[in-house]
């Protein structure tokens, strides 16, 4: 009810200020009785669906937001991290803003699955060649999961070890852009 009262009522408004043939006319007495319906028919059933379309979703101010918990059953790591330190046999979990995932390290492939996710976003996986992960032409990235594309929550993925690469890696980092 409230979003046809209101393209009516801004109707109503801009009809008060047209001019008919080079004469003011004001109100809805000038105009004849069967133009006012069809001007408001029109704005409703065109151009309603296209406002409310060219809105970005911010102007709505919904978000989806999951309660759903998980057990701890992984230990939880920093991202990015150093392989090094990682302990072996053992289920890790990484929680970021975008997504929560757990994955298995065997000294060279990585297996996990996604816990939860923005399908708005991707997740990104990198090799580093450096402890630190800082940039490096040698790092190796993997797209994990593009934007509004599977895996979803309880998705699995794999990452095998890029074996080919002459050279190893001393880091790992799942990221997602901001």
Known sequence: ????????????LALDSIKIRGHNHSGFLAMSKKTLPLIQTFFIIYLLPAFLNISPPCLWAMEKV???????TGITVP??????????????????KAFSLQFFFNEKDI?????????RQPIYFRWCLFRSCED???????????????????????????????YGFQGIEFSSPD
């Open 111 to 119: 297996f996990g699955i996604i816990l939860k996710r923005n399908k």
């Open 79 to 96: 991202n990015p991290m150093e392989i090094a330190k990682l302990p072996r046999g053992k289920t890790y979990q990484v929680n970021h």
């Open 66 to 72: 999951s309660f759903k918990t998980y057990p701890q």
């Open 1 to 12: 009810m409230g979003q046809i009262a209101l393209p009516a009522f801004f109707c109503t």
């Open 136 to 166: 490096s032409q040698y790092d190796y990235k993997k797209v994990i999961a593009e934007a509004f594309n599977p895996p979803f929550d309880d998705g699995f993925f794999s990452l095998p070890y890029p074996s080919y690469l002459p």
